[in-house]
């Protein structure tokens, strides 16, 4: 716990201002995992997946799984990822027409993945494995966000419960 002091002069006043930092704060989806206040949460481009033969290999030899919302295709990865998990996201042109709509969806899906996304590293980092794995967004309508990270936390147990049948 950290304690500031500003001051600012307006007008020939002196004002102060405190201000209390915690040095760690909870996660704000609901889980009580604490992260330090100088670790990001970020969606960087080595955790999105981008190899079209591990994207083939991924169709052709994946696992498979369904949630109210998603198709899941999964893969524990022979060979070594940039990180724990790589994810490739995807709405169909089938069920959401138009392209605004599509990609409002894929944002909410990515924000949602990346406040979470600690769950499964952990999991992966404690069972030392690396994945691949893709979402298919299986709704034709647009879901609000809440819905849609209540969704991916139930994804991510889901699958967490999967690599832990398959690798167990």
Known sequence: MTFSKSTTKTAGKTYSTYRFTPDRIFQG??????????????FC?????????L??????????????QFRIIWLISSTSLPSPAQIAISVPKKNIRLAVSRNLVKRRIR???RRIKHLLYDFLGSENIQIA??????????????????????????????IRQKHG
């Open 55 to 68: 994207i083939e290999e991924l169709f052709e030899e994946g696992n498979v799984f369904y949630t109210s």
């Open 29 to 42: 989806t609901g889980g009580s995992r604490m992260i330090n206040r100088g670790e990001r949460q970020t």
């Open 45 to 53: 481009k080595k955790e999105r997946l981008c190899r079209t033969k």
């Open 111 to 113: 924000e949602a993945y």
């Open 133 to 162: 794995f893709i979402l298919i967004y299986r709704q034709n309508r647009i879901t609000d966000f809440k819905k849609i990270e209540k969704s991916l936390v139930e994804v991510i147990d889901k699958l967490c419960e999967n």
